[in-house]
C-alpha cells in the first residue's frame, strides 16, 4: 500500500472536487454476485480532463508506473450512512483510489478498510489523498456520517509485467 498526502496543487484539487460535486450519477453497481448494488457512479471518459490530470499526476508520482493502461476511471459516490460491501478489483492489477472532498475530521468517518494478514487497515479519507493497493486485496468505502463521499478509483494494469 502506498498513501500520497497533497497529492495535487490545490488548484487542482478544488477542480477534481467540483467535477465531482456537478457531475452526473447513475445508480451504484455490485461489486460480487451475491450483494446488491451500493453507492452512485460517474465515468470518467478518457477524453476529459480530469482523466488526463489524474493519469498524468499519477505517472509523475509513481515512476515505475510509465507503461500503464487504464481499464477504468470513475467516481464512486455514497450517500451519508450508506454501507457498502467488500470485495476485490480483480486478480492482478492496481487500484488507486483519490479522496476527493474538500474537507474532514475523525468523526466523519469514512476510510477504506482494507483486509491485510486477516486484519481490517483503515486508510483515511484525507483531503486530496491517493492510495495504490494491489487490486486483489479485499476491501470496501466507509460512508461519511453527514455527507456524501466522493473518491475517484484509478484501475490500471502494468504492461512492463
Known amino acids: 500500500m502506498k498513501v500520497v498526502d497533497s497529492f495535487f496543487e490545490q488548484k487542482d484539487a478544488e477542480y477534481v472536487y ?8 447513475t445508480y451504484g453497481e455490485t461489486d460480487t454476485n451475491t450483494t446488491p448494488p451500493t453507492g452512485m457512479v460517474h465515468e470518467i471518459k478518457k477524453t476529459e480532463r480530469i482523466y488526463k490530470l489524474l493519469k498524468k499526476r499519477i505517472q509523475e508520482v ?62 483515511l479519507p ?9 487490486a486483489h486485496l479485499v476491501h470496501k468505502a466507509t460512508a461519511f ?9 484509478v484501475k490500471l494494469i502494468n504492461n512492463d509485467n
Not at 457498502?84 to 477504506?112: M, Q, V
Not at 456520517?145 to 478509483?153: D, E, G, V
Open 18 to 25: 467540483k467535477y465531482c460535486l456537478t457531475s452526473s450519477y
Open 62 to 123: 509513481f515512476t515505475n508506473l510509465q507503461n500503464i493502461s487504464i481499464n477504468r476511471m470513475y467516481v464512486n459516490c455514497f450517500a451519508p450512512t450508506e454501507k457498502p460491501y467488500f470485495h476485490t478489483d480483480g486478480d492482478k492489477g492496481i487500484t488507486f483510489l483519490y479522496y476527493a472532498n474538500s474537507d474532514w475530521k475523525l468523526d466523519d468517518g469514512g476510510e477504506t478498510q482494507i483486509i491485510v494478514d486477516n486484519e481490517i487497515k483503515g486508510i
Open 126 to 134: 484525507i483531503p486530496n489523498r491517493l492510495v495504490g493497493f494491489d
Open 145 to 153: 456520517r453527514n455527507k456524501h463521499r466522493f473518491t475517484i478509483a
